[in-house]
């Protein structure tokens, strides 16, 4: 345990002493050459312009986006209510046609009887043979 904890303070140590070394020493750009404060200065101002115009454009660009797709949107909103205004006044049409031509049309014959299914009911009517008498006319004649 002291051993672990003793090698972790000394790496920590070389840490430091690594960054330290690693602050003080020139920066140098690919060509090897150390580069200057100006010039450091410089590129960091020119990078921040640069992102900069990148943001800005591409905040040109999402607001462009979001124009056309609300412009989309109303387009397709106006051409649903076309479609069904078409479709209402085609409903309208049929059924202005359909009560024009109902009472033009053949009824059904229910149960297909012919002529016996043009009367009232469409039931067999019991139909007694013998005529109706009243009950007090043969006391009246006798």
């Not at 921040?48 to 949107?73: T, V």
């Not at 149960?111 to 109706?132: F, M, R």
């Amino acid at each position: 345990m002291c051993q672990t904890l003793l090698d972790l303070i000394t790496n920590r140590k070389k840490y430091q002493e690594w960054l330290a070394n690693k602050i003080h020493q020139p920066k140098e750009n690919p060509q090897g050459h150390p580069t200057s404060e100006l010039q450091a200065y410089e590129e960091v101002c020119q990078t921040n312009e640069d992102s900069e115009s990148n943001r800005k454009a591409w905040e040109q660009k999402k607001i462009e986006e979001q124009r056309q797709g609300r412009e989309q949107e109303l387009k397709d909103k106006k051409q649903q209510r076309l479609l069904e205004a078409q479709r209402k006044q085609q409903a309208a049409r049929a059924w202005q046609s359909w009560i024009a031509e109902a009472p033009l049309k053949p009824k059904p014959v229910p149960l297909n009887k012919g002529l016996l299914s043009l009367k009232g009911t469409i039931s067999d009517i019991y139909i007694n043979p013998n005529p109706w008498r009243e009950p007090f006319e043969e006391l009246k004649c006798e």
